[in-house]
């Protein structure tokens, strides 16, 4: 009785902040609460915590309040907790590195899309607005997590040790590519080297793939206690939750107890579609719960409260072998891609507003800055730096070779099926006997190569 009493007080608070004056809302809630409390606990399996109630009352969502965005920085780079909370834990080391990552992947991003338009790639995403989110939450994971994204976490690869001459090798398919040039640009693979598995642009479904991976871990921890723990990690747009994958993949990870982290990038916009074309509900946190999990919503842009959220969202999972959804909260300067025109489906004032308010580039610079750790100088030098380093390794991957013309292949079956044989033979003949219609040298290997 107490526990429903309890229950039915926070009902109230939370009614009060959500409603408002509401007074309708708020009578008939508080009539059905209270008299629930008299009632006994449901017997149905389906809903074994339900109290059983006379009031024929139905559960509004202004009944709740909506889930509040946790931060530690305002606007001007000032931490709000007077007492330092959110920030004390962290070096003045660490956090250079953290911005000298979302340097580096502003910087990469705005020399790649003009690089796009100059025909010297086909496709690029920019990721502008959201390197906080990427970066801040990478810096808070294990070096064994495994993780899946989507494809704008230009960040989370950066931030755990993918080198400018990585990025290049996928971005102009050379042989030093992982994925042998057989993916669109952007799509990284990096599982052996920084624990993030081959972007694939077929939406959500890294998702599923992530909790697969967390329940692996999870039996592999039993059987090995003594070594260190270790989870699976999603992240993915608000526009991928709309999709099943993303559905099936939460109630899984919550029904089988999996250490997964969901982090959703909630930039607003999905490809084309404003978040209030996509959903009615409470952003996307409110799924968390009807799923039976933990949730937070986090602001992404600023990478203190990213960080701070991802590595406690961390702990909690491990320790209670339970899944966690973050909502990060920012928004996409850029277009989606260098195929959209986003001003077709939005203002450019509001991109504006939010490069010159909410940039959390900006936003650890002026921290850095009163910390006297920073200052203009520094930055430009630091610019002018990452600016150069990419257009080397831009430089030189345009002259690297092309991958193996056997990779065209290779990964299908352990060995080439009769069929395929007999294709590689023929295209082995053709570029023999037409030399000038192949850029065969332009492959590493040549013709040996296939």
């Not at 909260?329 to 001003?343: P, Q």
């Not at 504006?352 to 921290?367: F, M, Q, V």
């Not at 079956?413 to 030399?435: D, N």
Request: proline fraction near 4%; glycine fraction near 8%.
């Amino acid at each position: 009785m107490f526990r429903l009493v309890s229950e039915v007080a926070h009902a109230g608070r939370l009614l009060r902040v959500a409603a408002g004056n509401n007074a309708s809302i708020q009578r008939r809630w508080l009539s059905s609460s209270v008299s629930r409390c008299s009632a006994h606990i449901s017997h149905f399996p389906g809903a074994p915590q339900s109290p059983l109630t006379t009031g024929l009352h139905f559960t509004p969502p202004a009944a709740l309040a909506p889930i509040p965005v946790y931060r530690v920085l305002d606007e001007n780079g000032k931490v709000l907790d007077e007492t330092g909370n959110g920030v004390s834990d962290i070096t003045d080391e660490e956090v250079l590195i953290w911005y000298r990552n979302m340097l580096t992947v502003n910087i990469l991003d705005s020399i790649m899309f003009e690089a796009q338009r100059q025909g010297r790639v086909s496709f690029y995403m920019v990721s502008a607005g959201e390197e906080a989110v990427t970066v801040g939450s990478a810096a808070a994971l294990g070096p064994r997590d495994i993780i899946c994204t989507q494809y704008r976490e230009h960040g989370v690869f950066q931030q755990r040790g993918f080198t400018l001459k990585d990025f290049m090798s996928q971005l102009f398919a050379t042989h030093n590519d992982p994925g042998k040039g057989r993916n669109m640009p952007n799509h990284y693979s990096g599982r052996t080297k920084v624990g993030v598995h081959a972007v694939a642009s077929t939406l959500g479904t890294q998702i599923p793939h992530a909790v697969g991976a967390a329940y692996a871990l999870k039996l592999d921890a039993q059987e090995n206690p003594s070594d260190t723990p270790s989870l699976g990690v999603v992240y993915f747009g608000e526009g991928a939750a709309s999709e099943g994958d993303f559905h099936g993949a939460m109630n899984l990870a919550s029904v089988k107890d999996c250490p997964v982290l969901f982090m959703c990038r909630n930039n607003g916009l999905a490809i084309s579609t404003p978040t209030n074309e996509q959903y009615r509900g409470d952003g996307i946190a409110s799924r968390a719960i009807g799923y039976g999990m933990e949730t937070i919503r986090v602001d992404g842009t600023d990478i203190f409260a990213v960080y701070k959220a991802t590595k406690e969202a961390r702990r909690k999972a491990l320790e209670r072998n339970r899944p966690i959804l973050l909502e990060f909260m920012s928004y996409r300067v850029s277009h989606h891609s260098t195929s959209d025109d986003s001003f077709a489906y939005r203002k450019r004032g509001d991109v504006e507003t939010w490069k010159l308010k909410h940039n959390p580039i900006s936003r650890l610079g002026k921290w850095l800055e009163a910390k006297g750790i920073w200052d203009e100088d520094l930055d430009k030098k630091a610019r002018s730096e990452i600016r150069r380093e990419v257009l080397q390794e831009l430089a030189a991957a345009e002259k690297e070779k092309k991958p193996t013309l056997k990779s065209i292949w290779t990964d299908v079956y352990a060995e080439l099926s009769e069929e395929q044989e007999e294709q590689r033979i023929e295209l082995r003949r053709l570029m023999t006997e037409y030399p000038a219609e192949y850029d065969v040298d332009g492959h590493a290997e040549g013709i040996n190569g296939l």
